[in-house]
């Protein structure tokens, strides 16, 4: 399992409007485009998400062109609205999870 973290730096005041944006409903099929969780953190400044699955490296163009136009196009236009976007994953440096019982 990989992850992906994006995060998007909130505009001043922005904070209510990205917490409903970030509690809807993605604007795609997650699990159709390569993904088997995702989650979204809002702080007072940013927006995190982050994405689950075998191989979730993608790029903005990408996943848009492939799976959504318009709708994630629509719901990036939204964000960019709220928040400087700067869809640049990371990767985490140290990841711990318990051992599956067997």
Do not use: C, N
Not at 25 to 36: Q, V
Request: charged share 25%; net charge negative; aromatic share 12%.
């Amino acid at each position: 399992m990989k992850q992906v973290v994006v995060v998007f730096h909130l505009h001043e005041g922005s904070e209510p409007d990205a917490a409903r944006l970030a509690a809807a409903e993605p604007p795609f099929d997650p699990a159709a485009a390569g993904f088997t969780r995702l989650a979204a953190y809002v702080t007072q400044r940013e927006v995190i998400f982050v994405l689950e699955g075998e191989d979730p490296l993608w790029s903005e163009d990408k996943l848009v062109g492939d799976f959504l136009r318009p709708a994630l196009g629509e719901r990036l236009d939204e964000w960019r609205k709220l928040a400087d976007v700067h869809t640049w994953p990371a990767q985490p440096l140290f990841f711990w999870e318990a051992p599956a019982d067997e």
